[in-house]
């Protein structure tokens, strides 16, 4: 079932959660709304499940109008951050719970209602458990089988808010590839809430950054983290630095000027001594030890922690102008290049490449 979401606005008292939101979700795609808290996101979801109604705006469901459909009849199922299973109920009872509240012309047999739920255990790889109570389960089994109760009703849309955030790094990584699996079986049309970057990247078909009731950018995981659409997008999505500067037909220059770094950036040939924020990922960091006479910026080491391969070092600048009110340069580099660095050195630091925004780009 494909979701067309039109100018949807929503206020709570003076506080505009959502500001004219338009979005279009295919047949069978799995879709993440990410954002901080705070951006609407959970709003929209609840607003597509029929939980919350838009001030202004509509919602088709495959070109039928649902805006007033009541959420008993949009055939939406729901997974939430708590699981909200009953806790008196077997695991085998939880998730035939939705097939045995249907009306008595809509409702299957016992024997198919066992079937089902039979075989949606199987599913969720979770059968043995099926005589359980919630509270014999794990953090990531409750979610599982919240996911198979939603499922037992053949939703034509899988709505999910946060379904993985009360659960530890290591159970929340799994879940993610097991979801990913199970959808690209069922494809089922699903749209999961979430402000875990990694998570989104990792799961989504398709990946909708939102902030403060807008959208910023709609697109595949590898677009929106390579072409990000806005100075928020790149800050957003996974670490980075921020470096102030000036751009110039074409250049930009970050740092003191006998003792900073110049880019290239064509993109903004026609500014004119712009003010200009430079945006860089850790690993696009190149650093040598300094020596005198040397250009880039200068910084001294003052933490290296080194897990595994990778060593994730933090310099402190000399010249803290070029970060703004952040007095802290993060760079990741195989942990064999910087084995000889000690605390306290100083190096030079230099972007191999950067993601430049003006200053009206970037509000």
């Not at 949606?120 to 109570?133: E, P, T």
């Not at 100075?231 to 980075?240: A, E, H, I, P, T």
């Not at 001294?300 to 600048?317: C, D, I, M, S």
Request: proline share 4%; hydrophobic share 40%; charged share 20%.
């Amino acid at each position: 079932m494909s979701i067309e979401i039109r100018n949807i606005q929503k206020n709570f008292g003076n506080f505009k959660a959502l500001d004219n939101v338009s979005l279009d979700i295919q047949s069978g795609e799995l879709v993440a709304l990410l954002g901080p808290s705070g951006c609407g996101k959970t709003t929209l979801l609840r607003i597509i499940a029929g939980l919350e109604t838009a001030d202004h705006g509509s919602i088709h469901f495959s070109g039928e109008e649902t805006t007033h459909v009541h959420v008993r009849e949009r055939q939406v199922g729901f997974v939430f951050q708590h699981y909200a299973l009953f806790r008196h109920m077997t695991v085998f009872e939880n998730v035939a719970f939705g097939l045995r509240m249907k009306p008595r012309g809509q409702r299957p047999s016992e024997s198919q209602i066992q079937t089902k739920v039979y075989d949606l255990l199987k599913l969720v790889q979770l059968d043995w458990l099926s005589d359980r109570y919630p509270s014999q389960l794990s953090g990531g089994q409750r979610q599982r089988i919240a996911l198979a109760r939603a499922l037992a009703v053949e939703p034509k849309v899988l709505l999910l808010d946060e379904p993985f955030g009360a659960l530890d790094a290591k159970v929340r990584k799994e879940l993610r590839r097991w979801l990913r699996r199970l959808h690209e079986e069922l494809h089922v049309t699903s749209i999961f809430v979430t402000h875990d970057q990694e998570e989104a990247l990792e799961v989504s078909d398709r990946v909708v950054l939102m902030n403060q009731g807008h959208i910023e950018q709609i697109g595949s995981p590898q677009e929106v983290w390579d072409q990000p659409a806005s100075s928020f997008v790149y800050g957003f999505l996974g670490d980075v630095n921020l470096f102030h500067g000036r751009a110039h037909e074409g250049q930009v220059h970050i740092g003191q000027d006998h003792q900073g770094v110049t880019l290239s950036t064509p993109e903004h040939a026609q500014a004119q001594n712009a003010k200009a924020f430079a945006y860089v990922r850790p690993h696009e960091l190149d650093v040598k030890p300094y020596q005198t006479g040397d250009l880039g910026l200068i910084a001294k080491l003052t933490r290296a922690n080194v897990v595994g391969p990778t060593a994730r070092l933090e310099f402190e600048p000399l010249d803290h102008g070029a970060l703004g009110h952040d007095a802290v340069i993060e760079v990741h580099l195989p942990a064999t290049y910087s084995a000889g660095f000690k605390l306290g050195q100083a190096f030079v630091i230099t972007p191999q490449k950067a993601r430049v925004f003006l200053e009206k780009q970037a509000t």
